[in-house]
């Protein structure tokens, strides 16, 4: 499998870094770091103050060279009624996103021993690997350390591990 990496907006090296390096680890694919991308000017919503998701999933379909290709943003991004979302992917399709936008950690100095920069890094990696796991045919794990459990908080993304569980493992071979 190859996936592209579709930085939209000002996406920093690290993020970059971190998402392949998450892909690579869990999927062991080829990676391929696109030129970034303006943010797409139909995606916003004033009255939200935040960006469609499926619009960067559409501008990661339409612009990716990968079989499998994510959008990273550091954009706030919401989908249909949700306030807002970490990442988007359509089950077996071909385009995802992700926004590190609600990843920044909080100043209360993140998980034990942990940096700051250490925890944003591993949520930017499990995000990617989990909305990744969707277009390669993953529905939501129900085990909480699964990479691909359905995590609507920052907590929960902090709890569960960067990898895939057995189960969903053997779907994915």
């Known amino acids: 499998m190859h996936v592209d990496i579709v930085p939209v907006g000002d996406v920093p ?62 954009n706030d991004l919401y989908y249909r009624r949700r306030n807002y979302v970490f990442g988007l992917a359509y089950l077996s399709g071909n385009g995802s996103v992700v926004s590190t936008h609600r990843l920044q950690t909080s100043s209360d100095g993140g998980i034990a021993n942990k940096s700051a920069a250490d925890v944003f890094a591993d949520r930017v990696r499990k995000e990617v690997v989990h909305e990744i796991g969707h277009t390669v045919g993953l529905e939501h794990c129900d085990n909480n350390r699964c990479v691909m459990n359905f995590s609507p908080t920052v907590r929960e993304v902090d709890v569960k591990e960067q990898n895939l569980c057995g189960s969903c493992q053997r779907q994915v071979l």
């Open 13 to 74: 090296a690290v993020v970059k870094r971190e998402a392949s390096s998450g892909l690579r680890s869990v999927y062991d694919c080829e990676v391929t770091i696109h030129e970034a991308q303006e943010v797409p000017e139909n995606a916003y919503d004033a009255s939200r103050k935040q960006y469609r998701a499926e619009e960067f999933i559409e501008l990661a379909s339409r612009v990716g060279s990968g079989e499998k290709n994510i959008a990273v943003t550091p």
